[in-house]
């Protein structure tokens, strides 16, 4: 693809520009995450294509951590909510008190006003109380009462939750799982990292970082998103992947079709484009590549797939059916 031939109009000095803030924000966040280039680039991408993030992953991988340094990278407002069994939705978007003084109620806003939301350990908290965020991650806005508050921009939800334990946990149900943008999975580190992991000794969360964002320059990145250009043909790959995940319902069968109950909503190809777009702001460009595409697939999409029974018969995952998609579908 000629970069010259897509669109002259586009101000390379503020795609480069877009480049350093985001390298700046990867240098910092790595005084402290050791490894983890997954997980911090989830997180940036989350925020510039204004959604949410689902991090899974085991105990001691500094899911938590990461998301504390962004909070401080970025400067935003940040809050905590530890997900429990006994929470409860108030507990969450807030509630009316009433006063006896006055007679009257006053709002109590919860934690979620905040422009970053650390939902630590998500699937410990019953379904009301999941749903309790829908609102605020669909809308950007709560209702307490009869009043409707909006949240503040930007708006970010980043949850974490872990895949071994099932006891006392409740799975997310797959309305709210699609509210998420991406899920992003923390993997275990290298023996070389896990060396530099130890030698911290737990005190990695110490270390200083800078404030290399704001809320200014989160808006700045998200008003040139809009003017990274993606082709037909590529939208068309988009849409060609994400009905590829859905060869069940329509009668044409493929090795992998036998394994996906349910395939990815209309939603996943909007996520797709936007991910891609801001993979594409990554290296400095200002037009979207097949490979994009490609590489942002398995976060975008391993948590919109429901699979089979057969699926789990055979010990067959998410992200490998997405792998066979991607090399079923042709690329433009």
Known sequence: MDKNNINDNIDSEAFDRCKKIIAAAKKEAAKRIIGQSEVIDGILTAMIA?????????????????????????????????????LLPADVSGTLIYEQGTGKFSVRKGPVFANVILADEINRAPAKVQSALLEAMAEKQVTIGEETYPLPSPFLVLATQNPIEQEGTY??????????????????????????????????????????????????????????????KII?????????????????????????????????????????????MFEGRSFVLPEDVKAVSPSVLRHRLVLSYEAAADGVTADEIISKILTFVPVP
């Open 236 to 280: 068309e790959y988009i849409v060609n992947i994400v009905s590829a995940t859905r060869f069940f319902n329509s009668g044409r069968k493929t090795d992998f079709s036998k394994y996906i109950s349910f395939g990815a909503s209309p939603r996943s190809g909007i996520a797709l484009l936007q991910c891609a777009k801001v993979r594409a």
């Open 171 to 232: 799975n997310l149900p797959e309305a709210e799982l699609d509210r998420f943008l991406l899920k992003v999975e923390a993997s275990y580190p290298t023996p070389q990292e896990e060396i530099e992991i130890v030698k911290t000794a737990g005190k990695a969360g110490e270390v200083p970082v800078k404030k290399v964002l704001s809320a200014e320059k989160i808006e700045e990145l998200r008003s040139l998103l809009e003017k990274v250009v993606c082709v037909d």
């Open 50 to 86: 204004g959604g949410h993030l689902l991090l899974e992953g085991v105990p001691g991988l500094a899911k938590t951590l990461a998301v504390k340094t962004f909070a401080e990278i970025s400067g935003l407002d940040f809050k905590r909510i530890q997900f429990t069994p006994d």
